[in-house]
Every structure is written in C-alpha cells, then in structure tokens.
C-alpha cells in the first residue's frame, strides 16, 4: 500500500521559514512524480511544487517561487518543501501526494496518493 506521511507545519510569524516532510513508504520515490498542494477554506486545492524524482526536474508556482524549494533525500524516501519568507497568504493545510507517472502536473486529481496534511499557520 502507498502512502505518504506529512510533517513540520505549524505556527510561524511572517518573514520565518518552516521546512515540511512528507515520507514515503510502501513504494520507493524514483521514479514517480511528488507534488505539494495547499487548501485553505472555500477555496479549490492549490498546486504549488511538483518534483520528477526521475530526473529532478521541479516545477513551481509563481507566487512561491524563490521562496519555497522542494528537494528529496533517496536514502531516507523523503521529498522536503523548505518554505522561507513565509507571508500570512501561505497560511494553508499542506498536503504532499504521488503520481504513478514520471511527469509532474498542476492537476490534483491526476495524482493517486495523498498525506494526511499538515497546517501551516503565518500570523503577526
């Protein structure tokens, strides 16, 4: 069985970093695609980073890019989001989830397997 475990939300004020994990286990990463989204209340599942673990290849979305980095560690079977600069906009439930494909998309119901979320909260 596939699943992903996320970890590291929590509360921050704006301008500070929050890195979040989301493990694997039941599968190995490579080659499939890992994507982050973001939810908030009355609002649709936001993509905002994919990562092809194939070939490394990441994808972002504009208003976080510069800010956030995803990247994976293969030894561990764990994709990160390092989240910096954190805006009050960001506040969000973050889920990861995982493609059974090479590619990445922008698509929530293209991916197959989701985390359990973990809140990210940006509050002066």
């Known amino acids: 069985q596939w699943q992903l475990v996320e970890s590291g939300g929590g509360l921050v004020q704006p301008g500070g970093s929050l890195r979040l994990s989301c493990a694997a286990s039941?599968?190995?990463?490579?080659?499939?695609?890992i994507g982050w989204f973001r939810q908030v209340p009355g609002k649709e599942r936001e993509a905002i980073s994919c990562?092809?673990?194939?070939?490394?290849?990441?994808y972002y979305l504009d208003s976080v890019k510069g800010r956030f980095t995803t990247s994976k560690d293969t030894a561990k079977n764990t994709v990160y989001l390092q989240m910096n600069s954190l805006e009050p906009e960001d506040t969000a439930a973050y889920y990861c989830a995982v493609r059974r494909s090479t590619d990445c998309t922008k698509y929530a119901h293209d991916f197959d397997s989701w985390g359990q979320g973990t809140q990210v909260t940006v509050s002066s």
């Open positions: 039941g599968f190995t990463l490579n080659p499939y695609a």
């Open positions: 990562i092809q673990t194939s070939n490394e290849r990441i």
